[in-house]
Nanobody
Framework: VQLQASGGGLVQAGGSLRLSCAAS????????MGWFRQAPGKEREFVAR????????DYGDSVKGRFTISRDIAENTVYLQMNSLKPEDTAVYYC?????????????????WGKGTLVTVSS
């Protein structure tokens, strides 16, 4: 599975961005997708995840109520709508896929990774 993330950029605090992650293969080849982020000098952090089949979602505590993950099965694409952005949301955002049933909140549990897209939130 090849993943291509896009949609990053520079935005002011309080603004919104939508990230996209397009997968190269049909969705039945993976269990679900997740978004992670990594700020300079920090560990990679779980942001959100969604299962392809039921669309079950989960979010990291720091983004709950502000970010929404969704999927388009026909397009093999996962989105991350980010609202009410804060300077502390500044990071490189990565999408990832997991092949089989299981947790998707730990980066080590994911099987495939896309190249990151930079999100910068100015104060």
């Amino acid at each position: 599975v090849q993943l291509q993330a896009s949609g990053g950029g520079l935005v002011q605090a309080g603004g919104s961005l939508r990230l996209s992650c397009a997968a190269s293969e049909r969705t039945f080849s993976s269990y679900g997708m997740g978004w992670f982020r990594q700020a300079p000098g920090k560990e990679r952090e779980f942001v959100a995840r969604i299962t392809w089949n039921l669309g079950t979602t989960d979010y990291g505590d720091s983004v709950k109520g502000r970010f929404t993950i969704s999927r388009d099965i026909a397009e093999n694409t996962v989105y991350l709508q980010m609202n009410s952005l804060k300077p502390e949301d500044t990071a490189v955002y990565y999408c990832a896929a997991r092949k089989s049933v299981g947790t998707m909140t730990n980066p080590s549990a994911m099987n495939y990774w896309g190249k990151g897209t930079l999100v910068t939130v100015s104060s």
